[in-house]
């Protein structure tokens, strides 16, 4: 028969490039942090130098508003609480404290719920790409060569790139759940399980528990006594 911890048999520690889910789970959060990072840098300038983000109405073909004041302070508060969160993810993962991920989890099952919803309504509404793509200013990047393409081919073209980046959307997701459950795991009481040959599995209770619920404990030997 094979022992083997409960933690090791329902899920895999083990992510991209053969890495262990807590090593991924540091590298994951880390990246999220210097995006988030970057884009908060970026508002920060921004509503430093508004004139540095102006975009006047003949280079976009009409009347454009970049982001007001109010919408920039909602972005700097959005961004700061994606670090925040990143920040503690990465923190629970390297001192091995799981509750500490259980904000990034919920705000990666989140991101998956709203990519989901993007593809449902590009698969019902197929015409909205089209109506999107002609409210774009005149001189957007390939606006006309995304015009000229077949609307079908169109719409099969995102939904492939939306699946692609939902697939790896939930692979992440996997990660992040597997090393959630593994620090969860080595944080409590080790159980062994004995492992028969039929896959049925037998929790072995601890000495006390079994001496308590037997009556009797063991009587150490009597002493040596030299003749």
Same mark, same amino acid.
């Given at each position: 028969?094979?022992?083997?911890?409960?933690?090791?048999?329902? !899920?895999?520690?083990?992510? =991209?490039? =053969?890495?262990?889910?807590?090593?991924?789970?540091?590298?994951?959060?880390?990246?999220?942090?210097?995006?988030?990072?970057?884009?908060?840098?970026? @508002?920060?300038?921004?509503?430093?130098?508004? *004139?540095?983000? +102006?975009?006047?109405?003949?280079?976009?073909?009409?009347?454009?508003?970049?982001? *007001? *004041?109010?919408? /920039?302070?909602?972005?700097?508060?959005?961004? @700061?609480?994606?670090?925040?969160?990143?920040? /503690?993810?990465?923190?629970?993962?390297?001192?091995? +404290?799981?509750?500490?991920?259980?904000?990034?989890?919920?705000?990666?099952?989140?991101?998956?719920?709203?990519?989901?919803?993007?593809?449902?309504?590009?698969?019902?509404?197929?015409?909205?790409?089209?109506?999107?793509?002609?409210?774009?200013?005149?001189?957007?990047?390939?606006? *006309?060569?995304? /015009?000229?393409?077949?609307?079908?081919?169109?719409?099969?073209?995102?939904?492939?790139?939306?699946?692609?980046?939902?697939?790896?959307?939930? !692979?992440?997701?996997?990660?992040?759940?597997? =090393?959630?459950?593994?620090?969860?795991?080595?944080?409590?009481?080790?159980?062994?399980?004995?492992?028969?040959?039929?896959?049925?599995?037998? @929790? @072995?209770?601890?000495?006390?528990?079994?001496?308590?619920?037997?009556?009797?404990?063991?009587?150490?030997?009597?002493?040596?006594?030299?003749?």
């Amino acid at each position: 028969m094979k022992m083997v911890a409960p933690w090791t048999r329902f !899920y895999s520690n083990s992510c =991209c490039l =053969c890495c262990h889910v807590r090593t991924g789970t540091i590298l994951l959060g880390v990246w999220y942090l210097i995006i988030n990072a970057v884009v908060l840098l970026i @508002l920060l300038s921004a509503l430093a130098d508004p *004139d540095q983000y +102006h975009f006047s109405g003949s280079e976009l073909g009409g009347d454009f508003e970049f982001m *007001d *004041d109010a919408n /920039m302070c909602i972005a700097i508060a959005i961004s @700061l609480l994606m670090i925040l969160i990143c920040a /503690m993810a990465t923190y629970g993962a390297y001192k091995q +404290h799981a509750a500490w991920i259980i904000p990034f989890f919920c705000y990666q099952i989140f991101d998956f719920a709203l990519n989901t919803l993007v593809a449902i309504t590009v698969l019902v509404y197929p015409n909205s790409i089209q109506e999107y793509i002609r409210q774009l200013p005149p001189n957007f990047p390939y606006r *006309d060569d995304i /015009m000229s393409v077949n609307p079908t081919c169109l719409v099969l073209i995102i939904l492939l790139f939306i699946s692609l980046i939902l697939a790896f959307k939930g !692979y992440l997701i996997s990660c992040v759940w597997n =090393c959630y459950r593994y620090i969860n795991g080595r944080n409590s009481s080790d159980v062994l399980v004995y492992v028969t040959s039929n896959d049925t599995t037998v @929790l @072995l209770p601890p000495y006390d528990d079994a001496t308590a619920v037997t009556g009797t404990a063991k009587e150490p030997p009597p002493p040596y006594v030299s003749a």
